[in-house]
């Protein structure tokens, strides 16, 4: 039974049109191939639309992988497909949410937060905690909270407060 599930979860994101962090950045999911997800344990909650992946969880696609102690999927509970049922694969995700720590890699590319969401309807990423980075190639940029907006490719880093901006270091290419 936990084996089918784990199927059923990972059929469910493929199903839909997942873009993690679809951006020019290269960091994210798409719906367009397979996906796989472990975690210590996995639960569907039914009654309240949810699917929870807990204890080092992580996700890969291709040579992308996020790493997390929790991934909770929300599900639409109203709508076209109301009284879909989760563990049948009917139900279409509204939102993700990662915490406990985020860990997005991608080839050379690294992003870092404390909690990240995605929401399906507006395409939105959002990376933030306490210290956000994003780093290629030993250029690295760091904030407070990481938006992607997936549709249009904009990314929008913030500092921390008033007093704290944005920082990004650049590293020069070595032209040899």
Not at 52 to 69: K, N
Not at 144 to 165: F, I, M, P, Q
Request: with cysteine.
């Amino acid at each position: 039974m936990k084996l089918g599930l784990k199927y059923v979860a990972t059929w469910m994101l493929l199903g839909t049109s997942v873009a993690w962090a679809q951006s020019s950045s290269g960091l994210g999911l798409t719906a367009d191939k397979p996906v796989q997800i472990n975690g210590d344990t996995f639960e569907i909650l039914e009654d309240q639309a949810l699917a929870i992946f807990t204890g080092s969880v992580v996700v890969v696609q291709d040579d992308t992988v996020l790493r997390t102690s929790k991934l909770t999927i929300h599900y639409e509970q109203n709508g076209e497909n109301s009284g879909a049922s989760i563990s049948s694969g009917g139900a279409d995700i509204e939102r993700l949410v990662a915490t406990g720590g985020v860990n997005i890699q991608s080839g050379l590319q690294t992003a870092t937060g404390d909690v990240g969401t995605y929401d399906m309807k507006s395409e939105i990423m959002v990376l933030s905690g306490e210290r956000v980075t994003l780093s290629e190639d030993g250029t690295v940029a760091t904030g407070c909270k990481l938006t992607v907006t997936t549709a249009d490719n904009r990314a929008k880093l913030e500092g921390c407060s008033s007093s704290s901006r944005p920082t990004v270091l650049i590293q020069p290419r070595n032209s040899n």
